[in-house]
């Protein structure tokens, strides 16, 4: 039976078209949104896709309207799909603090009540996106990536080092690459995962790293003038791990940049090419 979606929004642009869907979500129980860029190839052939995840306290809309991807995405064809940070509704756990609850997801799944029944982002978007996808869009399934922003990239990291093989690239931009180690990580996985902070490397890419799970070498970019930078982020424990491991790695730092869709934008293009020279071989 055929998964059904529902088209909330539909707009041409640089000859594609960029369209938001929702659905009802079986791992996450509650409906959920996400965007998907089409580009005019998709017409012609399957496509390679690109999974964009965003950080906190963001849906699928902040990267959809401020992310700058279409007119590069059309050029390259390369499908764009956004997807939101956590599960969301009512009837769903929050908490009022901005980094944890809804729109705080971390892409993983939670194991600790009452976060564990809906709190799987990590299982929707390794598996129940990534089949809703392949139904409903003319997509390659041999030519993916993954990349995010700042805990998306967090959640790109680390997905990709859990699921060897399922991404031919990989990119973030300001991920968190240590959340055992930084605030916004402790107090998530303390709340998702439970008091065991061992269990809590299974999602932390340094760790992982140091575990030795491997990825596709992945392209991250920091912004020097990023107030998370030296409190939350540590690009420098990543580069260290990788280095120590022999994981290729290629990390830019640039003077003046942030952590906003400024940023995000200023470096978008490089990404989405860095990802259609790999997933064109």
């Known amino acids: 039976m055929r998964t059904e979606i529902e088209i909330i929004e539909v707009h041409a642009s640089h000859g594609g078209v960029q369209e938001v869907y929702r659905h009802a979500s079986t791992q996450l129980r509650c409906d959920m949104v996400f965007s998907v860029f089409t580009p005019p190839q ?26 700058e991807y279409r007119r590069v995405a059309s050029e390259l064809g390369l499908i764009i799909v956004c997807p939101d940070t956590s599960p969301r509704g009512e009837h769903v756990p929050d908490d009022p603090a901005y980094d944890f609850g809804q729109g705080a997801g971390f892409y993983l799944d939670a194991r600790r009540a009452p976060w564990a029944e809906s709190f799987r982002m990590e299982s929707y978007v390794v598996d129940e996106l990534n089949a809703l996808i392949a139904e409903h869009f003319n997509v390659d399934p041999n030519r993916q990536a993954i990349m995010g922003h700042s805990m998306g990239g967090h959640g790109a990291l680390t997905l990709a080092l859990r699921c060897p093989g399922r991404w031919r690239s990989v990119s973030a931009f300001s991920p968190i690459v240590a959340p055992s180690q930084v605030p916004w990580g402790r107090k998530a996985f303390q709340g998702y995962l439970g008091d065991d902070e061992a269990s809590w490397a299974d999602y932390d890419a340094v760790a992982l790293v140091q575990a030795g799970r491997r990825l596709p070498e992945p392209l991250i970019d920091v912004g020097e003038a990023d107030p998370f930078l030296e409190r939350e982020l540590k690009p420098e424990l990543f580069e260290a791990a990788c280095r120590a491991a022999g994981q290729p790695l290629t990390l830019r730092r640039h003077a003046g940049l942030d952590h906003s869709y400024y940023f995000v934008s200023t470096f978008m293009a490089d990404h989405l090419r860095w990802h259609a020279q790999r997933l064109s071989a």
């Open 42 to 67: 998709a017409a012609q052939r399957p496509c390679p896709v690109v999974i964009y995840l965003s950080g906190l306290t963001c849906t699928h809309a902040n990267v959809t309207e401020k992310g």
